[in-house]
């Protein structure tokens, strides 16, 4: 019998209140802000924009598109680090090993050392990308660890709500700061090295929140099992029961998915429509930011409903959102603009719908992530594979036709490949999973709701000083 993927504790109500909402009040928010902040910078935007400056071409783009999949291949052996180490210290070590990579990658683009610059440049960038995934992947269970027990989904929420306003603000300096650089006659390719070092400058901040979690996470800890025998042999690490299998299969599903059109419309973008690379940032910053609207509501939702629900309607946004890119391709950039903001929301609700889904609520940090363990592995596999595949198909397309119908195949089948994913994702066993339609409906009347009481709010601020003024004048007169 499948164990039951949705939380085993009550909803705790939400412990915010009065100026705390306007403060983090969690060292799990400021790891998250720092994080985000410097991922801004340290982009896989910033890096794609970086190789095209080196003469990279749609096989290096789609090399770089695939290393961070094939980095999750890593997450294998990450429960197993858990175990032995705790996730405080396998975190630790990989926080290190990615900013060596992102430093290494920038030196060698602004050094470049000839003909061994892309490929010096992209196995820095893999090495970076492999301490980015088994940080994220122990810091599942850390989170886990540390958030209050029945408050996980509450917990990623705030954190992706700080997290998204972070990475919005400094994506928008972001921007204007490599344009302003560029534009000032700095080579392209030391402006866009210097803002991914500045990226590791502000990742080295997260040393004291990082600690504070560490406290936590020791003093909720009850003892667990050191010993490596714990996971016992192939029977953890391999799929055994249906729920595992499924997992699999929908990563398999997803990961080709997602990662065939995968960096393919930024390359686009910057390549044929001539889009700055202080735009992209720009549109990566709203992108980051609008996950801020609505991270509430995701949390909440998750931890009523589960996750399944959940993934599944974010699913349906993310699996029409090349036909953004084709309007911008054929009609306006402009269509770029709201392609972000629309991702940027529903890609709040898959985070904290996949860790509601894939993270257990309960035993050693190990057991808890290793069903997400799974899930990024075969991820990481076909992921990796996808970007190869579409590099081939416009290298192709490109001898055959122009280059913009090149790009206009790639995405029309990135959105076959992304529908055809969602039926998959509806055989996912769940306890206590609602519909998508039902989630659907409650998610757009709780948005309607908080709009409405938004509206309400600020008419009062602007109607209550209006009104005190008016009184002062009438006693005055």
Same mark, same amino acid.
């Given at each position: 019998?499948?164990?039951?993927?949705?939380?085993?504790?009550?909803?705790?109500?939400?412990?915010?209140?009065?100026?705390?909402?306007?403060?983090?009040?969690?060292?799990?928010?400021?790891?998250?802000?720092?994080?985000?902040?410097?991922?801004?910078?340290?982009?896989?935007?910033?890096?794609?924009?970086?190789?095209?400056?080196?003469?990279?071409?749609?096989?290096?783009?789609?090399?770089?598109?695939?290393?961070?999949?094939?980095?999750?291949?890593?997450?294998?052996?990450?429960?197993?680090?858990?175990?032995?180490?705790?996730?405080?210290?396998?975190?630790?070590?990989?926080?290190?090993?990615?900013?060596?990579?992102?430093?290494?990658?920038?030196?060698?683009?602004?050094?470049?050392?000839?003909?061994?610059?892309?490929?010096?440049?992209?196995?820095?960038?893999?090495?970076?990308?492999?301490?980015?995934?088994?940080?994220?992947? $122990?810091?599942?269970?850390?989170?886990?660890?540390?958030?209050?027990?029945?408050?996980?989904?509450?917990?990623?929420?705030?954190?992706?709500?700080?997290?998204?306003?972070?990475?919005?603000?400094?994506?928008?300096?972001?921007?204007?700061?490599?344009?302003?650089?560029?534009?000032? *006659?700095?080579?392209?390719?030391?402006?866009?090295?210097? $803002?991914?070092?500045?990226?590791?400058?502000?990742?080295?901040?997260?040393?004291?929140?990082?600690?504070?979690?560490?406290?936590?996470?020791?003093?909720?800890?009850?003892?667990?099992?050191?010993?490596?025998?714990?996971?016992?042999g192939r029977g953890k690490l391999w799929p055994g029961s249906q729920e595992e299998w499924a997992v699999v299969h929908?990563?398999?599903a997803w990961g080709f998915a997602y990662g065939f059109g995968a960096r393919q419309a930024e390359a686009m973008a910057?390549?044929?429509?001539?889009?700055?690379? *202080?735009?992209?940032?720009?549109?990566?910053?709203?992108?980051?930011?609008?996950?801020?609207?609505?991270?509430?509501?995701?949390g909440r939702l998750g931890d009523r409903f589960g996750g399944k629900g959940l993934m599944a309607f974010a699913m349906?946004?993310?699996?029409?959102?090349?036909?953004?890119?084709?309007?911008?391709?054929?009609?306006?950039?402009?269509?770029?603009?709201?392609?972000?903001?629309?991702?940027?929301?529903?890609?709040?609700?898959?985070?904290?719908?996949?860790?509601? $889904?894939?993270?257990?609520?309960?035993?050693?940090?190990?057991?808890?992530?290793?069903?997400?363990?799974?899930?990024?592995? $075969?991820?990481?596999?076909?992921?990796?594979?996808?970007?190869?595949?579409?590099?081939?198909?416009?290298?192709?397309?490109?001898?055959?036709?122009?280059?913009?119908?090149?790009?206009?195949?790639?995405?029309?089948?990135?959105?076959?490949?992304?529908?055809?994913?969602?039926?998959?994702?509806?055989?996912?066993?769940?306890?206590?999973?609602?519909?998508?339609?039902?989630?659907?409906?409650?998610?757009?009347?709780?948005?309607?709701?908080?709009?409405?009481?938004?509206?309400?709010?600020?008419?009062?601020?602007?109607?209550?000083?209006?009104?005190?003024?008016?009184?002062?004048?009438?006693?005055?007169?």
């Amino acid at each position: 019998m499948a164990v039951p993927i949705t939380t085993e504790y009550p909803i705790a109500p939400s412990a915010d209140a009065g100026l705390r909402r306007f403060l983090p009040s969690h060292p799990g928010y400021y790891e998250g802000i720092l994080v985000q902040s410097a991922r801004q910078f340290a982009s896989l935007a910033m890096c794609t924009a970086l190789a095209i400056a080196l003469g990279g071409g749609h096989y290096s783009v789609a090399a770089l598109a695939a290393i961070p999949f094939v980095a999750r291949i890593s997450h294998l052996f990450v429960p197993r680090l858990v175990l032995r180490y705790t996730s405080w210290k396998v975190a630790r070590a990989a926080f290190w090993l990615e900013r060596i990579g992102f430093l290494a990658a920038a030196v060698s683009a602004i050094v470049r050392p000839g003909h061994a610059t892309l490929p010096l440049f992209l196995s820095s960038l893999a090495l970076a990308y492999l301490g980015q995934a088994i940080y994220d992947a $122990a810091m599942s269970a850390l989170h886990n660890e540390v958030a209050k027990p029945g408050a996980f989904g509450e917990y990623m929420s705030q954190k992706t709500r700080w997290a998204s306003i972070a990475g919005l603000v400094l994506g928008v300096g972001g921007a204007f700061g490599v344009d302003s650089v560029e534009h000032a *006659g700095v080579p392209t390719h030391v402006a866009r090295a210097v $803002a991914i070092a500045t990226g590791i400058a502000i990742h080295l901040l997260i040393a004291r929140p990082f600690a504070q979690m560490g406290t936590i996470a020791r003093r909720r800890a009850k003892r667990p099992s050191r010993q490596l025998t714990s996971i016992t042999g192939r029977g953890k690490l391999w799929p055994g029961s249906q729920e595992e299998w499924a997992v699999v299969h929908l990563a398999l599903a997803w990961g080709f998915a997602y990662g065939f059109g995968a960096r393919q419309a930024e390359a686009m973008a910057m390549g044929t429509l001539g889009v700055s690379v *202080g735009t992209i940032t720009f549109l990566n910053a709203a992108l980051v930011g609008a996950g801020v609207l609505g991270a509430r509501t995701w949390g909440r939702l998750g931890d009523r409903f589960g996750g399944k629900g959940l993934m599944a309607f974010a699913m349906g946004a993310f699996a029409l959102d090349p036909v953004w890119t084709l309007l911008a391709m054929y009609v306006s950039a402009w269509a770029f603009l709201p392609a972000y903001l629309i991702w940027g929301v529903f890609m709040t609700g898959w985070n904290i719908a996949q860790s509601l $889904a894939l993270v257990r609520p309960t035993g050693h940090p190990a057991d808890r992530i290793r069903l997400i363990t799974m899930y990024n592995v $075969a991820y990481g596999l076909a992921a990796g594979v996808a970007p190869v595949v579409a590099g081939m198909l416009l290298t192709v397309m490109d001898a055959r036709a122009s280059t913009r119908a090149a790009f206009g195949a790639l995405f029309a089948v990135t959105i076959v490949l992304r529908l055809a994913t969602i039926p998959v994702l509806l055989r996912l066993p769940a306890a206590r999973a609602a519909s998508p339609r039902h989630i659907s409906t409650v998610y757009l009347r709780l948005v309607k709701l908080q709009t409405i009481r938004g509206t309400r709010r600020v008419g009062s601020a602007i109607v209550t000083p209006v009104a005190a003024l008016y009184r002062l004048v009438a006693r005055a007169s």
